[in-house]
């Protein structure tokens, strides 16, 4: 099995920066790929970012150029930069993990974190 477990978030003002990361713990040598997610209230699940083990990303549209996911092996976390947060951004990020690229980009993967909040206002 795997653990994941998010961190950084918080209450930032419009323009601002948050660093998000994501420890995982447990089976690990199965994973392969990693995402970031985020569901705001009301709204549907949403693909945030993607990275594999090789290093291959892609983001969504909306936050292409804003947000950058990196993966430090050695410690067994992927970060989530989001930089020039707008506050259509605000929900609650959750990363998740499997072996299938597929399972990550279809959010049917087995492993997933708690979620942190990320709250962008003035």
């Known amino acids: 099995q795997v653990q994941l477990v998010e961190s950084g978030g918080g209450l930032v003002q419009p323009g601002g920066s948050l660093r998000l990361s994501c420890a995982a713990s447990g089976s690990i040598f199965s994973i392969n790929v990693m995402g970031w997610y985020r569901q705001a209230p009301g709204k549907q699940r949403e693909l945030v970012a993607v990275i594999t083990s090789g290093g291959s990303t892609n983001y969504a549209d909306s936050v292409k150029g804003r947000f950058t996911i990196s993966r430090d092996n050695a410690k067994n976390t992927v970060y989530l930069q989001m930089n020039s947060l707008k506050p259509e951004d605000t929900a609650v990020y959750y990363c998740?993990?499997?072996?299938?690229?597929?399972?990550?980009?279809?959010?049917?993967?087995?492993?997933w974190g708690q979620g942190t909040q990320v709250t962008v206002s003035s």
């Open positions: 998740n993990a499997d072996s299938l690229v597929s399972a990550v980009v279809a959010g049917t993967s087995d492993y």
